[in-house]
């Protein structure tokens, strides 16, 4: 596919011979700097940043590393290269070739997915906007940046679905994109984990480790779509998420790595502006949990018939995981409070689509809770960090409205109310928090609550004059 860097909109689209949608598309364009101006990290936009450009879409060579300031940032339309006959592979229309035009009965269903993930990149940018002037040091600072800007990518990448296959609706919902925000009483963002406020860095760090997971999932179920166009969009999208993960695991399992330093040689964390791991603790609670919910409904009609239809496949569908690939005359077991007792659940598995996506998620925040376990073993802490049930503190789904402890044992109601502070933060801790959380600028320097990273970007040093600050 012809990569063409030259024209106002980066892509491998072919966008200059479409010149309605090249037209349209850079309509929109002002209008995503206008929102990334007024909601955006605006704050910063005189400041050099060392960012990641996607460029291509080939192994090993996609991107370009260099200084930029992010008004300036070249924010391109990528797909993954497209397989040669490429058949649908799981749900009702299993062996049809891919789409590659909308079958007009699945069209509000796919728009309503395109635009549920299209909303989430925006959300996390207007979360973030303000997080640049406590960062705890030049990489985070860096790293915080490029996030935004390819959240800002990935908008771009559902933008570009919407403009090009959904004609007029299409249009208006990519207007509709930067009209809704973070937090708003009348327009809010429409997932929850959307809504909530971010922060503090702590609080940064949970939301790239475990909010940013849910997109690796959600995307990665896209990226089996029998709609060939999504399927190779999210699979690009996909290529750039892993470092944004890798800023959460790597940020919390530094912040437990100085906690345990001073633990070790008898230093109370909060006498010296770094966070204890009781605090920790309540900040995944709360994190791990809210994206638990993004998963939706673990019994979910909606789900059932993404899958049915073809346009929404289980975590790597396509590398024939699963016996059954359409998913039939199978039941999903799980467990439910009932009467105060945990009682045996079983779900048509069509339906119970997102609490598989949830069980192989919730495996992978299990490995990095196991990592950061690790970094205190080997500072001789025995303390160890949880990672809450799938039932623990839910608001969507079958368990929202019962009570359960972080194991996931079911509570009465007023147990758990009483009980709540020892789960999630206080009004004072989070203020302690925020009070741990200095600006560093100094090269190769960090705030006293986080430790260094153990590598570079781009194999540049740890010191690298990331962001050009003066
Ligand atoms: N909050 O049938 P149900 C990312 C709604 S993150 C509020 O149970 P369904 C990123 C739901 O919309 C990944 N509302 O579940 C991360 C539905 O409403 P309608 C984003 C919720 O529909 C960090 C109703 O409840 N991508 O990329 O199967 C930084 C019943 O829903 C919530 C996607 O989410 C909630 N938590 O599943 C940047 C992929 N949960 O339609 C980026 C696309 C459910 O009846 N989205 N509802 O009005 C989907 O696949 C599905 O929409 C969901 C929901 C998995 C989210």
């Keep these: 596919m012809a990569i063409d860097l030259q024209s106002k909109i980066p892509n491998n689209v072919d966008l200059a011979n479409d010149r309605k949608l090249q037209r349209a598309l850079e309509e929109w364009q002002p209008k995503f700097i206008e929102w990334w101006m007024e909601t955006g990290p605006s704050d910063f936009k005189d400041l050099d940043i060392y960012l990641r450009t996607a460029v291509g879409v080939g192994k090993g060579g996609w991107a370009n590393f260099g200084h930029v300031k992010m008004p300036d940032y070249r924010w391109g339309i990528f797909l993954a290269e497209p397989e040669p006959e490429r058949k649908i592979h799981f749900g009702d229309p299993l062996g049809e070739p891919v789409w590659t035009l909308v079958p007009g009965e699945l069209r509000g269903r796919l728009r309503r997915l395109i635009v549920t993930q299209g909303d989430t990149e925006p959300a996390s940018v207007e979360q973030q906007r303000l997080l640049g002037h406590t960062a705890p040091s030049l990489i985070d600072l860096r790293n915080l940046f490029q996030v935004n800007v390819e959240e800002g990518r990935h908008l771009w990448a559902m933008v570009y679905l919407l403009h090009k296959y959904f004609g007029a609706d299409g249009r208006d919902e990519a207007e509709d994109l930067l009209r809704r925000r973070s937090g708003d009483t009348d327009n809010p963002r429409i997932l929850q984990a959307f809504n909530k406020p971010v922060e503090d ?211 009465q109601r007023d147990e758990w109310a009483r009980r709540k502070t020892e789960w999630f933060s206080s009004d004072d801790e989070r203020a302690y928090v925020k009070s741990c959380m200095v600006k560093v600028h100094e090269r190769g320097k960090f705030a006293n609550w986080v430790a260094p990273p153990a590598t570079g970007i781009n194999e540049q040093p740890v010191d690298f004059e990331y962001v050009k600050v003066h």
Excluded at 229 to 236: C, D, V
Excluded at 268 to 296: C, E, H, M
Aim: proline share 4%; hydrophobic share 35%; with cysteine.
């Design 201 to 411: 860095w702590l609080t940064f760090f949970c939301f790239t480790a475990f909010t940013d997971r849910d997109g690796k999932y959600q995307l990665a179920a896209l990226a089996e779509s029998g709609f060939d166009p999504l399927a190779r969009s999210t699979q690009f999208m996909l290529t750039e998420e892993a470092h944004h993960l890798s800023v959460g695991e790597n940020g919390i399992g530094r912040v437990v790595q100085r906690t345990a330093e001073l633990m070790k040689e008898g230093t109370d964390p909060r006498k010296v502006g770094a966070i204890p791991l009781d605090i920790i603790q309540k900040f995944i609670n709360d994190w791990s949990t809210s994206s638990y919910d993004l998963f939706g409904g673990e019994d979910s009609s909606n789900a059932a018939e993404a899958f049915a239809v073809g346009l929404k496949g289980r975590y790597r569908e396509g590398d024939g995981l699963y016996k059954d690939p359409r998913a039939l005359n199978q039941v999903y077991s799980t467990e439910i409070e009932e009467n105060g007792k945990l009682t045996k659940l079983e779900i048509p598995l069509r339906r119970a689509m997102n609490a598989l996506l949830l069980d192989a998620y919730r495996a992978d925040c299990v490995r990095i809770v196991d990592r950061w376990n690790r970094v205190l073993a080997t500072h001789g802490i025995t303390q160890k960090l949880v990672l809450p049930s799938v039932r623990f503190n839910r608001q969507i789904g079958i368990h929202a409205g019962r009570s359960y402890d972080p194991d996931g044992q079911p509570l």
